[in-house]
Each structure stands twice: as structure tokens, then as C-alpha cells.
């Protein structure tokens, strides 16, 4: 199976070793490009406060292999984008850029009203995730092949990261 379109939900930089490569790629490839907090990070909108000792090293050594060029690409990026009628976001669809984890019904209840979209995806926690709003009920289930139900809303986590690569991630959009 082809994809039709593809979406990167942001961090495309921050602890690979080819950080201009990797932009160009996306660039290049996806429909959707999105900020990640590596992304925010490396342009220095995170405070140092909010940045852990080994990120802090990678976002510099990153910073240092990245061209000028670069930094007007990643500052272009957008913190949330709609297409096809689904929302896309890193972290959470509400203060996209306070970088808030949705992993709890809680989150998702809140992150639920911040958007009209069926569904929305994001990544940022690394762990593939489903929850899945109907009659008023938010379910959290981990992530795998699913069949969405035309009168539930979803937000998906695709996952990323060596969390995804231990869990098998979900393969929504063919259903969509």
C-alpha cells in the first residue's frame, strides 16, 4: 500500500546525526511539515530551565551543524496544520507551544475541545496511544490497527522514537 500524502508531526532534528539532510528531506517529502520542541528549542525558544543536560548538549551540537539557511526553514514551520479534514499537532492541540504530553483522559478530555476536527495526531510522548471520544466517553487503548467508528472522534498518537520501534504503530489513515 501507497501513501497519499505524508505528514511529519515535527521533531525532525534534535538527536540524529544529519540535521540538515533530515530538514531537507521532509521538505521535500511531506505535505505537512510541523515544529517539534527541537525544533523551538534549537531557534532558543525553550528556556534553559525547560531543557534536560543531554538535550541541552544535542541541541547544541545540532545548532552547530546546522547551516543559516536552516534556521529560516525550521522558524517557517507551523505549530498545528488541518488537511483533509484531520488536525495534526506535535504535542497538544491546545498551547501547542507550552508542549503538553496527551496521555491521560484527562489531557485528552481537555484536548478534545480544542479542536472540530474527527481526528487529530500527534506524537511528542514518543508512545503510540488511541483515545477515542463517544457518547460523552474518552478510552485510552494502545496503539494499533484500528477501524475508526464514523460517530467517534479520535486523537492518535503515531508515536516515534524508540518507543515506536519497541510497539507496532497504528495504521489509521487507510480507514480514515
Not at 40 to 66: E, F
Not at 159 to 166: H, K, Q, V
Request: net charge positive; hydrophobic share 40%.
Amino acid at each position: 500500500m501507497r501513501a497519499d500524502k505524508i505528514v511529519c508531526l515535527g521533531d525532525t532534528i534534535g538527536y540524529g546525526p544529519d540535521p540538515a539532510p533530515c530538514l531537507d528531506l521532509v521538505e521535500n517529502a511531506c505535505a505537512v511539515r510541523l515544529m517539534g520542541n527541537h525544533e523551538y528549542a534549537v531557534l532558543g525558544k525553550l528556556s534553559p530551565r525547560q531543557i534536560n543536560r543531554t538535550a541541552k548538549i544535542s541541541l547544541s551540537w545540532t545548532h552547530d551543524r546546522l547551516a543559516d539557511r536552516a534556521m529560516p526553514q525550521i522558524a517557517d514551520l507551523p505549530l498545528t496544520a488541518s488537511l483533509d479534514g484531520m488536525c495534526f499537532v506535535h504535542a497538544s492541540p491546545w498551547e501547542p507551544d507550552k508542549w503538553r504530553y496527551v496521555l491521560s483522559p484527562g489531557e485528552a478530555e481537555v484536548a478534545f475541545k480544542h479542536f472540530d476536527q474527527r481526528v487529530c495526531f500527534n506524537g511528542h510522548s514518543h508512545i503510540p496511544m488511541i483515545f477515542a471520544l463517544a457518547d460523552r466517553q474518552i478510552r485510552r487503548q494502545a496503539g494499533h490497527d484500528f477501524h475508526p467508528n464514523e460517530e467517534t472522534r479520535y486523537i492518535v498518537n503515531v508515536g516515534s522514537g524508540r518507543a515506536a520501534e519497541r510497539q507496532r504503530p497504528p495504521r489509521v489513515l487507510r480507514h480514515l
